[in-house]
């Protein structure tokens, strides 16, 4: 008997019970995918045979745990998340009977954004790591010391003279981990060479606790609404906001994409990597409630008729994976390959 044929016979038990049945979609998780899962759950809608999806947001974090919490209607059906997952995720799946597939959907970008009232910023990456990350090295470069800069100016003179303050999403956000990762950790500590030595002297050598983001206020957690960093930048024209590319793509009468090393934050530049600060889109969905759950099948296929280079989607702000990936994401929904401890390197 086959590992999916039991999946779906305990599913089928869990979920017997009247006061656990649901006949709709249910998905939660990333801010950053929720608008894109939006547009694929309406349009499914649109078939009489199947009820409209139920999508939230919450960060990644939130896609991913709650997708692993278990088995039985009371728990989500599949978790969106704009930072893949990582073993000690599929760990706590794994405690719970949880098995899941990675898919795949397209790519993003992390934009930081500011009002068009205001200069655009132009930063390198490595700058920009160096001023949001909790701790940097002192003049000596011999230790850690809590973030000293007040103003974008005092890293080069060629920046804006206004305070630093950033608004961003929280610890439970992708955006935030795949920010913390590229910026932080491998565009500033990774590269700049005191912050390389140092982290090497205190047994750090990839980097990863150059993560942290600071506490001072330079960087404000805004919760996981994009939308709510968006009206902020609006509201105060010194101030800088990090979401993913779609908002700016959506809101660009208002707000404009700083360039990083010299490349702008567009939709070319992105697709062909030019544009570093970037990562992956993702959906995890569970075994055990597809054929139990009605419609899941038919959402999954329902990404494939809108992920192209001239879709809905990329109309929308995502960037199209290439053809030979999204055949690779097509025959994924239909084997359905358990996602393990070794495929996430």
């Known amino acids: 008997m086959s590992f999916r044929f039991l999946a779906l016979a305990l599913a089928t038990v869990v979920m017997s019970a009247p006061a656990v049945a649901r006949d709709y979609i249910s998905i939660a998780g990333s801010s950053t995918v929720f608008p894109f899962a939006t547009i694929i759950a309406e349009k499914l809608g649109q078939n009489p045979a199947v009820k409209t999806p139920v999508v939230e947001s919450g960060g990644s974090s939130v896609g991913k745990k709650g ?3 278990g088995i039985g209607t009371q728990f989500i059906d599949i978790g969106n998340a704009s930072s893949r997952m990582k073993a000690k995720e599929l760990k706590y799946c794994d405690k719970n009977g949880v098995a899941l597939t990675e ?15 205001a200069p655009l910023l132009q930063i390198s990456r490595s700058d920009l790591g160096k001023a949001l990350t909790a701790e940097v090295p002192d003049e000596a470069g011999q230790n850690w010391i809590p973030n000293p800069y007040k103003k974008w100016s ?46 090497l002297a205190r047994d750090d050598k990839n980097g990863k606790k150059c993560r942290a983001m600071r506490t001072d206020g330079a960087y404000i957690e805004a919760g996981e609404q994009d939308n709510l960093i968006v009206q902020k ?23 404009q994409g700083s360039e990083l090393d010299g490349v702008a934050p567009t939709f070319e530049a992105i697709g062909t990597g030019e544009y570093k600060a970037s990562r992956a889109l ?23 008729k809108h992920w192209g280079d001239d879709g809905i989607l990329a109309d929308a702000g995502m960037i199209p994976m290439s053809k030979a990936e999204r055949k690779e994401m097509m025959d994924r929904m239909n084997d359905l390959p358990v996602l393990k401890k070794g495929d996430l390197k």
């Open 154 to 199: 005092e890293l080069n003179p060629a920046y804006p003279d206004v305070a630093i303050r950033v608004y961003g999403p929280p610890t439970t956000s992708g955006t935030r981990a795949s920010f913390a990762e590229i910026i932080n950790e491998k565009s500033y500590c990774g590269k700049d060479e005191v912050a390389k030595a140092l982290s």
């Open 233 to 255: 930048l609006a509201e105060d024209p010194t101030a800088f906001g990090i979401f993913g590319f779609s908002y700016l793509d959506q809101n660009s009468d208002s707000i």
């Open 67 to 69: 997708v692993c919490d």
């Open 282 to 304: 993702y959906f995890y969905v569970k075994h055990a409630h597809i054929g139990v759950v009605p419609g899941i099948s038919e959402y999954m296929t329902e990404w494939t």
């Open 103 to 117: 898919i795949k959907v397209g790519y993003d970008g992390i934009v930081l954004a500011n009002s068009k009232d």
